[in-house]
């Protein structure tokens, strides 16, 4: 077997093969960069070396919670809800939320109101929006970090 060539991924302390490899395990190994599956860490303060780390974001809360929650939740009137939905030829459009089927689209009759949960684009309660996909809003669960709950807000 003739091995002529150095592993560059041996030289980076990350090949995969070990003894088996076709190329050349020799030369110093550099640890410092990263390996396979491991994730970088943002520092916050460069001098601290080694400081806290910058967390990712909760995810927003989706329209079926936020449906299941006005279905739901006592403290809610779905007399006083509205839903923006995109509509595929007019754009967006509003309706009240009691004039939707939300069980499941495949058991319904195509003449029933219903919409797929990825159009729906905002609830509003009365006039103002309390959940909005756009703009990252939720009051309803506040799960985008929203100072006020959604029963202050009522």
Sequence with gaps: ???LT???FYLEGRCRFGE???NLHEGPVNHQVKKTGEKKKKISD???G???TKGKKKPMKTALDVIKRIQWDPDFTKEFF???YLDRFEGVLEAPFTTFTWEDLSSLDWDTLAIPQHRIQYFKYKTDKVWDKNE???VVFGSTGHPVGILQFM
């Design 1 to 3: 077997e003739d091995k």
């Design 82 to 84: 509205t839903v923006g």
């Design 46 to 48: 460069p001098d601290a």
């Design 20 to 22: 088996t490899c076709r």
């Design 6 to 8: 150095v592993c560059s």
């Design 136 to 138: 990252k809003l939720d």
């Design 50 to 52: 080694g400081g806290a």
